[in-house]
């Protein structure tokens, strides 16, 4: 029997979703809306209909096309005194970072924007069944594997923070924590709503009965957002940023986010360096690899080099990437959290690679919806002289790079990662290991990475010994990790082989990944 299709995800209860569809006869464009739906039920701190996201999108042989849905800064700014914006404590275990949360931290959301207009260019199944599997798993419950308690306990003080986010994901057994492993955690004011959205359109989000509880809420509550706001959200379709390397053409997303250009950044600088010859893993591989990183992490924060590479730095100094950064990137607010993707073939060809967030979550929710609103004007990095200096009515950027490839053969793939500054360099080397080292998509997937920023080089376990030994000779400040870590990122990834119908699929385990062919 001829497969149908193939997905990756982030849990499993996502990819189920995503592969009901396919089963039932809906084509790429209709799972991958059905799992972003089952997504805000199985992956709640990392994904919601609150937040924004990108779809990259290939319609068959057409040429691909990226929907942007991601969030936009308020038109008016309000005085910070009458803002409610405050700082929590993430506990990371090993680690505590700073978040900003509160009513003041809410940016337009853009999610339910882009998939009523995904699904009106690109779906055939009617938007009422595409939401069936998550009206359902957000009804009858599903138990929280380990990833999912772990990352509740992280942000504990968001989904704590009122009595109403309590209500949602506090813990039935111990009434004083959130909802842990094992436990069935079950939202049904989300099935309703996801059911009200199939009946009425994107209308009941941004003009009826939900958009007027966030206004409300806003108003009375330190928010930003108006109807003015709601009414004025527009999807963005743009052009992907498309690049060829090693024969091989990719496609990934354009300015004002910022992801996929530097993959493309790290990308050029490689091309042609007889990387693969080194060998995967080996010091030489590792070095010149970390050096490219280095030098995109350069464009990134200055967008000009000061590496002693001359042949790298004139190499930066000339792209075309470099002049898109400096005119289309530098000086919007930028947001770079809690992602989660979703990767979906189906046997026509049709290729969806979605990636959403959330930012950690505002901490409020929108009463009766099952929706916790985004926090992504709460990033550290657009509030540099203080809250809310940011532009207003300006899209923000993102580090979210949904990402596909076509090689010479005509085989197909589309890949997406979480990982807030971590998502461009585990992009490129699964690239890399599927170009350069002939990797399966499932090892390219699994292999160990290294990540470079800020002057540290940090190296995930599993390469051999002696190779990272002379790797931190070359390095002043090194970070070794004795275990595989969602901090190197979570790619989830498909490919497909038209000419052998055959698909194969890999979900990142570092966070949870699965994936599926039906």
Not at 18 to 34: M, R, T
Not at 52 to 67: D, H, I
Not at 364 to 370: E, I, K, N, S
Request: proline share 5%; charged share 20%.
């Amino acid at each position: 029997m001829k497969a149908k299709g193939a997905i990756a995800a982030g849990h499993p209860e996502t990819a189920r979703a995503a592969a009901a569809i396919l089963d039932a006869g809906g084509n790429a464009f209709d799972a991958v809306l059905a799992g972003l739906c089952a997504a805000c039920v199985a992956e709640p701190v990392l994904t919601s209909l609150g937040g924004g996201g990108f779809l990259l999108a290939r319609s068959g042989g057409e040429a691909p096309v990226l929907y942007d849905f991601f969030v936009q800064t308020p038109k008016v700014r309000r005085p910070e005194a009458e803002v409610e914006f405050y700082p929590i404590l993430a506990d990371f275990g090993t680690a505590q970072q700073e978040f900003h949360i509160g009513m003041g931290s809410i940016a337009t959301p853009g999610v339910v924007k882009g998939m009523f207009r995904v699904h009106a260019d690109l779906s055939t199944v009617p938007m009422a069944r595409i939401v069936e599997p998550a009206a359902h798993l957000a009804r009858n419950g599903f138990p929280v594997n380990r990833l999912q308690a772990y990352t509740f306990r992280v942000v504990e003080k968001i989904y704590g923070a009122n009595a109403e986010s309590r209500a949602v994901f506090g813990s039935r057994v111990h009434p004083d924590r959130l909802i842990g492993e094992g436990e069935t955690f079950r939202l049904p004011p989300f099935a309703d709503t996801l059911e009200a959205l199939a009946r009425e359109g994107e209308a009941c989000f941004y003009h009826g009965d939900i958009g007027r509880r966030m206004v409300d809420a806003c108003r009375a509550g330190g928010g930003l957002l108006t109807a003015e706001d709601l009414a004025a959200y527009e999807v963005v379709r743009r052009a992907p940023l498309g690049l060829a390397y090693d024969g091989a053409r990719l496609f990934t997303n354009p300015p004002p986010s910022t992801g996929g250009l530097l993959i493309a950044f790290a990308l050029e600088l490689l091309e042609g360096s007889g990387l693969g010859a080194a060998g995967f893993g080996t010091a030489a591989y590792l070095e010149r690899l970390a050096r490219a990183m280095a030098l995109t992490n350069e464009a990134r924060l200055e967008s000009r080099v000061h590496e002693a590479d001359a042949d790298a730095a004139e190499v930066m100094l000339n792209s075309e990437f470099v002049d898109l950064y400096r005119r289309r990137i530098l000086g919007r607010p930028a947001a770079r959290r809690g992602t989660t993707h979703i990767s979906v073939i189906d046997g026509d060809g049709n290729a969806a690679a979605l990636s959403v967030s959330n930012g950690e979550g505002a901490g409020y929710m929108v009463p009766g919806t099952g929706i916790m609103l985004n926090n992504m004007l709460g990033e550290e990095d657009i509030n540099p002289h203080g809250a809310h200096q940011w532009p207003e009515d300006t899209r923000m950027c993102s580090m979210m790079a949904p990402t596909l490839m076509v090689r010479r053969d005509g085989t197909l793939a589309v890949m997406g990662s979480g990982g807030s500054n971590r998502i461009r360099t585990a992009i490129l080397q699964v690239i890399l290991n599927i170009l350069e080292s002939g990797m399966a998509i499932g090892r390219a997937v699994d292999s160990p990475r290294i990540h470079f920023e800020n002057d540290l080089l940090s190296i995930e376990d599993g390469f051999a010994e002696a190779e990272v030994a002379a790797l931190a000779e070359r390095f002043p400040s090194v970070e070794t990790w004795d275990e595989r870590n969602l901090f190197f990122g979570g790619v989830h990834a498909v490919l497909f082989d038209p000419a052998a119908g055959r698909f194969e699929g890999a979900g990142d385990p570092r966070r949870g990944g699965v994936s599926m062919t039906v």
